[in-house]
């Protein structure tokens, strides 16, 4: 790992695993910490540079974790702190970084904070937020929308309302008190001395609720994670932290601060679903629209771009017609849909097309920010809708042909949930073993553009963008550069095949090199240059001035 790299986050591929999904080392069923352990040659294999652990701490996992009963111990299943020691260890050994989720708004009512709170003459009362009636913060909306009613739910020991954004067994923590502010900050602590390279900062939005306002990212919010960061930054140098904040791209980008005082890096929620209507609509405007708003960004953060994670695919912050767009073009059946959103993996997401899967994750890998992958889209796994909340996202993964997927030797019935068998998707060819042994299959075509998104980190991980102006809204052409390299991308969001002329007079004299295979392509003259792109397909190149470049 390279410690000289204070902006290591700028360069990375991140890739998503929830502990239990990811591989079984001692067969009853459930992923665990050891398991990780033994599959990090593969995602070193794969050109990983960071994991993103999903919650793996106690919890009664009513919402797969991020229903938090102990934030000091590891759910049983998944392990011991030794083995998330050594996970960690073994991580730094191979060069691979490791953030962790931190949910802080809530916890589950389970924890002991919240049933000692109950008592209204407990000390921890007031580590929660209390109201005798039901109506106080009514702009605040609501997110889980299929499930929950209010906001509000009557607790019948304390006998009064309790408030939580999510679901009801979620309770929100106060952090008008100090006391909630600084344990908080003690898990935080008590992580990353263990190790951990920085959080994904869960639901950040919602800290403190104010009467007349929707209760989302609040001034006191962004003074609270200004207190985390500036801990943060004098305890433990180096590490990051990351919001989830999915919010209109206003709201998204002050998560940045000045860009020293707040967080490293902000998801890119503005942009993620763009990328599907843009593709729906075969028009590159909504991308481009959405960009010019996320950028600039101070230059010590990023985005993290990404296409698909562990929840729905959220419409929350797009327009009502962006919306129907979107459930015109990818809901196929009502069970598709949840809340605002819709629960589908990423292949089935796009029928399983396989030129839009690599079109898609070139956008990820050449537009600003740095990507994160979710489990399993590598080899485009599949999901299974019958299963309820997002759990048809998250069912194991797939590594071999043998029993269960070679993800566990347990009996079948025992997994945390069935494996994919849906014959399109099913785990005999979806899965890694087989898929890294065909050399034409998406696995190893990922594991090549990660490679070239690597060679040129740093003009589609740090470089601006330029787009290229021009009638055919199919085409989506744009320049990168970086102290004077410039790499073009062209990309056809189209079914169709497509004739485009683009204006590089800027550039004449100089020869696109395409970056994946290295084939020279014919000198921009003071012409339009002349593509030719078959449905969805996509180039990236490196432009050579004139007199060569040693780059
Ligand atoms: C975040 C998580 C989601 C969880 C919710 C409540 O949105 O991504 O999975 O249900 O927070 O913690
Ligand atoms: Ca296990």
Redesign the pocket.
Known sequence: MDSTNRLWYRDAIFYEIPVKSFYDSNNDGVGDFKGLTQKLDYLAWLGIDCVWLLPFYKSPMR??G??ISDYYFIQPEYGTLDDFDEFVEQAHRRGIRVIADL?L??VSDQHPWFQEARNPNSPKHDWFVWSDTDKKYSQARI??VDTEKSNWTWDPIAKQYYWHR??SH?PDLNYDNPEVREEMKNVVRFWLKRGLDGFRC??VPFLFEREGTNCESLPETHAYFKELRSMVDKEFPGTILLA?A?QWPTEAKAYFGNGNDEFHMAFNFPLMPRMFIALAKEDRTPIVDIIKQVIPIPENCDWGTFLR???ELTLEMVTDEERDVMYHEYVKHPKMRLNLGIRRRLAPLIDDDQNTIRLLHALLFSLPGSPFLYYGDEIAMGDNIYLGD?NGVRTPMQWSPDRNAGFSKCDPEQLYTPVITNPIYHYESRNVETQSRLSSSLLNWLKEIIRVRKKYSDVLGRGEIRFIDHPNLKVFAFIRSYKGKSMLCVNNLSKKPVAVELDLREYVEWTPIEAQTSVPFPKIGRLPYFFTLSPHAFFWFKLTSPTGDTW
């Open positions: 919402d797969d991020y229903d949910v708004n809530h997110i889980f999510f679901y979620q869960d639901a989830e999915n994670n562990h929840d997002r």
